[in-house]
């Protein structure tokens, strides 16, 4: 057995992703909140909680499908599972897609396309104390991200 590529990967995600976008009868429409538009539902990251995977999400989601800003118990969730990759910098399996989610936020603060990441604001100082946990040495670039993200992020 072969292993996927990571682009074999990302086409699954966006596949799946797009079709429950476009589906006409809403059988596979995953993430639809009222009043919200469509969301992706953080418990994906839960559910599929490979690191490579969780990448191809954040990478594939669109418009407002990461937009947890005004959803208290979906971004208090994802906060968590973003707390746990961040905190988890250095292991390999847990904190792998640490960077993947911090880009993802720094996209979101400044409003950048795709998977561009929002947490209500009440989260974030879970991601500020996280980012204790980074050595600046060690993982400079995501110590950089985590740096610009809470320095625009307005706390």
Known sequence: MTTA?????????????????????????LFEQPGFGHVLSPA???????????????RAARGTE????????????????????VRSWSDEERGASALEYVLSLVRGVEKIGAGALRLHTDDIPTIERAAKAVDAEKAPLLHAALSHYLAHSGT
């Open 5 to 29: 590529t990571h682009a074999e990967v990302y086409f699954t995600i966006s596949s799946v992703l797009h079709r429950a976008r476009h589906s006409k009868d809403a059988k596979f429409s």
């Open 44 to 58: 994906n990251v839960d559910r599929f909680n490979d690191p490579v995977i969780q990448a191809a999400i954040l």
């Open 66 to 85: 990461l937009h947890f800003d005004n959803l208290e118990q979906q971004s208090r969730h994802m906060a968590a599972a973003i707390e746990t990759a």
